[in-house]
C-alpha cells in the first residue's frame, strides 16, 4: 500500500504524477458526452416529431431504428458501427475512385454514441410531446399558428418539462457510456485511468480517484438540471 506522500505525488498534476493525465481524460469525456448529447437531441427530436407525424413509412423506420438500437447492448453498437461504419464509407470511396479515409477517434465516438443517444432521447421525447394535453395545441392551431410557431410558443414550453427528468437520465447515461469508447482506442477518462493503473501497478488509488471524478460529474450534473427545471417550471403550481 503507497504512503499518503506518495499517493499525493502519484495524483500530481506534474510528471511524475498522472493527474494530468486523468483531468485531460475527464475533460474528453466531457467533450465526447456533450458532442453526442447534442446529436442525440437533435435525432431525439426529429425522430420524435416523424414518429408522431402520422406518416406510416416514416414511423416504421423509425419505429426499427428505435428498437434495433435499444435492444443491443451499447458495447457491441460502438464496436460494430466504428468498425463496420468505417469500413463501409472507405468501400463507398472506393467505388466513386476516392481515397480512404481515416476516421477520427474522437469525431467517431461522438457520433456513434451520439447515434445511439437519439434513439432513447426519440422515445422520452415523444413521451414529453404526447404529455401536453390536446386541448393547447388545438387551440394554437385555432389561432392559425404556422407549425414552427406553434412548436416554438406551445410545444416546446409544454414538453421540456415532462421530458427534463428522461434528459437528465440520459445525460448521465452518456457520460457514463463515454467510457466504452476506449475500446476503439480513444483515450478518455477510463482509459487514461486503466493506463494509469498499469504503469504504476496502483489500481486501487487510480480506480478511486476516477470515481471521484465521475461522481463530480454527476454532482454539478444535477444541479445544473434542477436549476433548469426551475426556470422551464417557473409559473406552474409546486409539486407536492
Do not use: C
Not at 443491443?72 to 453498437?77: D, F, Y
Amino acid at each position: 500500500m503507497a504512503s499518503f506522500e506518495n499517493m499525493l505525488q502519484l495524483l500530481s498534476p506534474y510528471p511524475p504524477g498522472w493527474g494530468g493525465t486523468l483531468l485531460t481524460g475527464a475533460l474528453a469525456t466531457l467533450a465526447i458526452s456533450a458532442g453526442a448529447y447534442v446529436i442525440g437531441i437533435v435525432i431525439g427530436l426529429t425522430g420524435a416529431l416523424g414518429k408522431l407525424s402520422g406518416n406510416r413509412p416514416i414511423s416504421v423506420v423509425l419505429n426499427l431504428y428505435t428498437t434495433l438500437i435499444r435492444s443491443v447492448p451499447e458495447l457491441i453498437l460502438i464496436v460494430g458501427l466504428y468498425y463496420a461504419g468505417t469500413d463501409g464509407l472507405n468501400r463507398l470511396l472506393q467505388l466513386a475512385g476516392l481515397p480512404p479515409l481515416e476516421v477520427n477517434g474522437f469525431v467517431a465516438a461522438v457520433a456513434v454514441l451520439g447515434f445511439v443517444q437519439g434513439a432513447y432521447m426519440t422515445e422520452v421525447l415523444r413521451g414529453a410531446i404526447l404529455a401536453i394535453p390536446a386541448g393547447q395545441i388545438e387551440a394554437a392551431r385555432a389561432f392559425g399558428m404556422s407549425p414552427f410557431l406553434r412548436f416554438r410558443r406551445v410545444v416546446l414550453p409544454a414538453m421540456l418539462p415532462n421530458a427534463l427528468p428522461g434528459l437528465s437520465n440520459l445525460w448521465l447515461s452518456v457520460t457514463k457510456d463515454s467510457a466504452l469508447v476506449a475500446v476503439v482506442g480513444y483515450q478518455e477518462l477510463a482509459l487514461a485511468t486503466r493506463l494509469a493503473g498499469a504503469s504504476t501497478k496502483q489500481y486501487f488509488l487510480f480506480f478511486m480517484a476516477a470515481a471521484v471524478m465521475y461522481l463530480a460529474i454527476t454532482l454539478v450534473s444535477n444541479a445544473i438540471f434542477k436549476l433548469i427545471e426551475r426556470h422551464v417550471r417557473r409559473g406552474q403550481p409546486a409539486l407536492a
